[in-house]
């Protein structure tokens, strides 16, 4: 198999097919921090596209309770144990290798679902049983249990950094990967990862259910429909991404579950690609930012080694080796960021569901110091600046400020609209 570049893992891995890049790839941070689950982002995106026959099970985007839950039950902890069983003990991190955008957590030891496969096959995977696509939302809201009174609360309750008895929840789509699993897999070579803007579709004319598809993807986001024989999977919203949607004619505007999300956890956008992969240098992108310079947003199991174009913002409050093995070694540094955010991240963090249309460029015009603390020991002050967003023809399409504006309902209007 030919060798390509892996920037999440700091060196070359063994795929299907040889390196080749789209221009820009569709990319989103999640900030599981300030979710709660509410699962508006779910029923959007449901309600846009799988409501048909053939599709009840098919949740494309959906959020699970971590640790226990999963959709499929229990994905995440059956591919780690697959690539434990071809390589025992060698999942590991050095971050001896290090470098920017090349190696931002260091290298990978270990072995990727390719480099994991047996003699003959491209890949290590397994196929979901009926049974665990059964319940979508299983152990929703379950916490694991406290060490010392188990089945009861403590009564000094928890305190950061790390809580004892913790869940949170972990929002997911398909992750429209750099080296789709997905597309290696397929024998008719029915998956393809769009030139333009790196969103991988299965062309379902040359589909024919063999669900390799299904079987290789680690995230396990193609789904059979039992009605039309086929596989289906996120599209991340194409005609939105491409100004097609009717409402919106001509402006290239975020996914469904994107604009939906009433958290506001949420932004999404399109990053620019090089030649080997990596994000061209773009300084005041917001997804750039967040992701290479702020270095708070993390990609899912890199290791499983499909290049995952989602990343996360860790919650902080849950205990760091199980973090470590969901987002890799830049854990401590990604919390370390959030917790007691930069000036530019506080107001980068305000632009997360402020707009539909996706921004392609940031502005921070400075305002006055409004609040200060001491947080781990050491002093942090809040400046009320201003952030403005730009759409790729650098037109503004957002103004906001850290601090939120306040505005009082005049007396004679208190129970009107
Ligand atoms: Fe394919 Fe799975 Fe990656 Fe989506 S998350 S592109 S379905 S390998
Ligand atoms: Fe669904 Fe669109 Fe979100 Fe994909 S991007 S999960 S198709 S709403
Ligand atoms: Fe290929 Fe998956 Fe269809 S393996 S044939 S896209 S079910």
């Known amino acids: 198999m030919p060798d390509v570049y892996n920037w999440q893992l700091g060196r070359k891995m063994t795929y299907r097919f040889p390196e080749r890049h789209s221009r820009w790839q569709f ?8 979710c709660i689950a509410c699962q508006t982002c779910t029923m959007a995106c449901k309600s846009t596209w799988t409501h048909a026959r ?3 099970y098919m949740w494309w985007n959906n959020v699970e309770s971590k640790p226990y839950g999963g959709y499929p039950h229990f994905w995440d902890v059956k591919t780690l144990e697959l690539l434990e069983q071809a390589n025992p ?5 050095t971050l001896a290798g290090r470098d920017g955008r090349r190696a931002p957590y260091g290298v990978y ?6 480099e994991a496969a047996p003699r003959g096959q491209d890949y290590v995977g397994y196929l979901p049983t009926d049974d665990e696509w059964r319940a979508p939302n299983l152990y929703e809201d379950t916490s694991t249990a406290y060490p010392t009174r188990p089945g009861r609360y403590h009564p000094t309750g928890e305190t950061l950094p790390q809580h004892r008895t913790w869940f949170f929840y972990l929002q997911r789509i398909c992750n429209h990967c ?13 998956i393809y990862k769009r030139p333009e803007d790196g969103i991988v579709l299965i062309d379902q004319r040359r589909c024919r259910g063999y669900r390799q598809c299904v079987e290789a993807c680690p995230y396990k986001k193609p789904m ?22 009717p409402l919106h004619p001509g402006v290239p505007i975020e996914a469904r579950c994107m604009a939906a999300c009433v958290g506001k956890i949420r932004l999404q956008g399109l990053v620019r690609v090089d030649a080997d992969g990596t994000w061209v240098e773009d300084r005041y992108h917001p997804l750039y930012f967040l992701v290479h310079v702020a270095r708070v947003a993390l990609p899912l199991y890199p290791q499983f080694g499909t290049q995952p174009n989602v990343y996360y913002i860790p919650p902080r409050w849950v205990p760091r080796p199980y973090l470590r093995q969901m987002f890799g070694p830049g854990v401590d540094e990604a919390i370390a960021a959030y917790v007691a955010p930069s000036r530019e991240l ?17 502005r921070i015009t400075p305002g006055r110091k409004v609040f200060e603390t001491t947080i781990d020991g050491k002093p942090w002050a809040m400046y009320n600046d201003t952030i403005v967003g730009f759409d790729r023809a650098g037109r503004e399409v957002v103004r906001v400020t850290v601090e939120e504006p306040v505005f009082v309902r005049p007396r004679q209007h208190l129970n009107t609209i």
């Open 89 to 93: 003990g060698g999942q590991t991190w």
């Open 224 to 245: 059979f429909n039992a009605f039309t024989r086929v596989a289906e999977k996120c599209i991340a919203c194409y005609p939105r991404i491409e100004g097609r949607d």
């Open 109 to 114: 030891g270990g072995k990727t679902i390719f």
């Open 54 to 56: 053939g599709q009840e």
């Open 178 to 190: 750099t080296y789709p699993a997905c597309l290696a897999a397929c024998p008719r070579n029915a």
């Open 346 to 362: 506080l107001a980068v963090l305000q632009l997360f569901r402020t707009t539909k249309r996706m921004i392609f460029r940031y």
């Open 27 to 34: 990319a989103a941070v999640f900030n599981i921090n300030r």
